[in-house]
């Protein structure tokens, strides 16, 4: 079974400062799809950005980029200029074919001012 | 993307009890599903809503407990039966447009607490 795992439980960052999210998962399908995804406090579950695993090159989305490793099944996610609508839960997800996502625990940031 | 709506938002229900939670799609999708989220706690599946058919339940969720309905391509209904405290938790509705590369997009969720 497919496994995705979130080893920081809590993160903070400095505003206008730049952090990062690890993710790592466990698969051996070789086509398969990555996202992060932001919940706040709303508890509404925000789509961040997105990868798919026959793409070399990383996905961008504003200020949001990842470092995808596929070789070493990693997937961080790099928040860039962080601003106080940053803090959230983050939640990293895997998907192949039709099956649904499996996340990971997820990662607690704060946005420090 | 996929505008997704969940009745009722919130709710607060006695020990015993039954809750039926909606999930409507502004259009057709492929896929349903519906997850818990308890306190503090990531997302799990709870089952994959089936248009015309049983739901398929992952393991530790069985259907006379979270039975569930899926009549067309917009509407499914998750409901808690014989509710306890520890049924106290989000319920999200989730859906996939098309399979493939597809967005898995999510609904505003259910947040249920059990007296």
């Known amino acids: 079974a497919q496994t995705v795992t979130q080893s920081q439980p809590e993160m903070s960052v400095q505003e206008a400062e730049t952090v990062t999210l690890s993710c790592t998962y466990d698969t051996s399908e070789s086509d398969y799809y990555l996202f992060w995804y932001k919940q706040p406090p709303s508890r509404q579950m925000i789509l961040v950005i997105r990868?798919?695993?026959?793409?070399?090159q990383n996905a961008t989305e504003n200020r949001f980029s990842v470092n995808f490793q596929k070789a070493a099944k990693s997937f961080s996610l790099k928040i860039s200029d962080s601003q106080l609508g940053d803090a959230a839960m983050y939640f990293c997800a895997y998907r192949s074919g039709n099956t649904p996502l499996v996340f990971g625990k997820g990662t607690r940031l704060s946005v420090i001012a | 993307s996929a505008v997704i709506s969940q009745k009722p938002s919130r709710d607060i229900c006695q020990r015993g009890t039954s809750l039926t939670i909606q999930c409507q799609v502004d259009s057709q999708v492929t896929m349903m599903f519906w997850y818990r989220q308890q306190p503090g706690q990531s997302l799990t599946l709870i089952a994959t809503a089936n248009q015309g058919s049983e739901a398929t339940y992952e393991s530790g969720f069985v259907i006379d407990k979270f039975p569930i309905s899926r009549p067309n391509l917009t509407f499914s209904t998750l409901t808690v039966s014989n509710m306890s405290p520890e049924d106290s938790s989000i319920y999200l509705c989730?859906?996939?447009?098309?399979?493939?590369?597809?967005?898995?997009?999510f609904g505003p969720g259910t947040r249920l607490t059990v007296l």
């Open positions: 989730s859906v996939l447009r098309d399979s493939g590369t597809d967005t898995q997009y």
């Open positions: 990868q798919e695993a026959y793409k070399q």
